[in-house]
């Protein structure tokens, strides 16, 4: 039985991510501010609630994505984020698919996991803006890997 593999960000991925994210909260405090400004004193305090809230999310899916990781084992998958653990059976995967995504912020690339029944799940962890990534091409092939050793045992 081979030992347990993480699938997580590095040092240097997690500097990079954060980095972004600091930037995205910085985006929504200016508008904030510029919402107190330039609204009529009635309407103030709800488009500053409305544009904290949203930041506020957006800044919670921020940091459930850039500490989330995956758990690799001779039985399944386990996805830890923030507010989550979920734990998937090899048996239940029928595939591992990189999805690529193209945005106006740029281009997104994680790993999906394909499921016998229900939906396809992206795998914590596993996730990049860079074109040709040695580190997620690797954490790809390793999800990958263990997929097959395990549909070969």
Excluded at 98 to 122: E, F, I, N, P, Y
Aim: hydrophobic fraction near 40%; charged fraction near 25%; aromatic fraction near 10%.
């Amino acid at each position: 039985m081979p030992p347990p593999i993480w699938i997580r960000l590095d040092a240097a991925e997690r500097r990079r991510y954060w980095w972004r994210t600091g930037f995205v909260t910085l985006t929504f405090v200016g508008m904030a501010v510029a919402a107190g400004l330039t609204a009529p004193a009635a309407e103030r305090w709800w488009r500053i609630g409305g544009v904290a809230a949203f930041g506020l999310l957006t800044l919670a899916s921020m940091v459930s994505q850039g500490t989330g990781t995956t758990l690799l084992t001779s039985q399944g998958m386990e996805f830890r984020t923030l507010f989550r653990r979920r734990s998937v059976p090899w048996s239940e995967v029928t595939g591992v698919e990189k999805r690529v995504r193209t945005g106006r912020s740029g281009t997104w690339s994680d790993v999906r996991v394909l499921r016998v029944q229900g939906r396809a799940l992206t795998v914590p962890g596993a996730f990049t803006a860079r074109w040709h990534d040695r580190k997620f091409e690797a954490k790809l092939e390793t999800v990958r890997q263990c997929r097959a050793r395990a549909d070969d045992s």
